[in-house]
T-cell receptor
Framework: DQQVKQNSPSLSVQEGRISILNCDYT??????FLWYKKYPAEGPTFLIS?????DKNEDGRFTVFLNKSAKHLSLHIVPSQPGDSAVYFC???????????FGTGTSLTVIP | DAGVTQSPTHLIKTRGQHVTLRCSPI?????VSWYQQVLGQGPQFIFQ???????GRGNFPDRFSARQFPNYSSELNVNALLLGDSALYLC???????????FGPGTRLTVL
């Protein structure tokens, strides 16, 4: 049972435009969410996180939005750069455990 | 600063064999988690250890076991290997246990 879902396997965006990656979850107990970026042959790299007490968190070009009522979060990258091309995973955790559930990933390609 | 390190990088085994994967966390991190990533999927949680005690276990058979040593490094053991165990095995460390997890490059296990 996939508790975290990324329904878009791939996304292509022009350099300089905004990239929006989406993630949905089913478990209402999730209260901590993270985004990771993964290049081939490397482990995932932490990008940005958000707890359920917030609905937005920014870090430079990266902003994560959380809509708890819709059980939806999104990652906005603006402006997108070719170096952002990678697979992006969202992950979620519930307070009662330290287990993180990952989505299946979205492959982002930023076209120069 | 050294990141999370894993060894070996690649490993080829045959069905029925046993394998041991190793992970050294970032200095100061006391929590280690193990994940299995099958091609095309997101990482699946296997175990978490914190202060040398098991804190969480994912939905994996008893053929999978792990331990954490006094220096916080960790081993993942898999017995009676099956073809379906072929995957990228990722180790992540964090401090304290609930915060962002930092991943190593992974061990690519191929079972023939």
């Amino acid at each position: 049972d996939q508790q975290v879902k990324q329904n878009s396997p791939s996304l292509s965006v022009q350099e300089g435009r905004i990239s929006i990656l989406n993630c949905d979850y089913t478990n209402s107990m999730f209260d901590y969410f993270l985004w990771y970026k993964k290049y081939p042959a490397e482990g995932p790299t932490f990008l940005i996180s958000i707890s359920s007490i917030k609905d937005k968190n920014e870090d430079g070009r990266f902003t994560v939005f959380l809509n708890k009522s819709a059980k939806h979060l999104s990652l906005h990258i603006v402006p997108s750069q070719p170096g952002d091309s990678a697979v992006y995973f969202c992950a979620a955790s519930a307070d009662t455990g330290n287990q993180f559930y990952f989505g299946t990933g979205t492959s982002l390609t930023v076209i120069p | 600063d050294a990141g999370v390190t894993q060894s070996p990088t690649h490993l080829i085994k045959t069905r029925g064999q046993h394998v041991t994967l190793r992970c050294s966390p970032i200095s100061g991190h006391k929590s280690v988690s193990w994940y299995q990533q099958v091609l095309g999927q997101g990482p699946q949680f296997i175990f978490q250890y914190y202060e040398k005690e098991e804190r969480g276990r994912g939905n994996f058979p008893d053929r999978f076991s792990a331990r954490q040593f006094p220096n916080y490094s960790s081993e993942l053991n898999v017995n009676a290997l099956l073809l379906g165990d072929s995957a990228l095995y990722l180790c992540a460390s964090s401090f304290p246990a609930y915060n962002e997890q930092f991943f190593g490059p992974g061990t690519r296990l191929t079972v023939l």
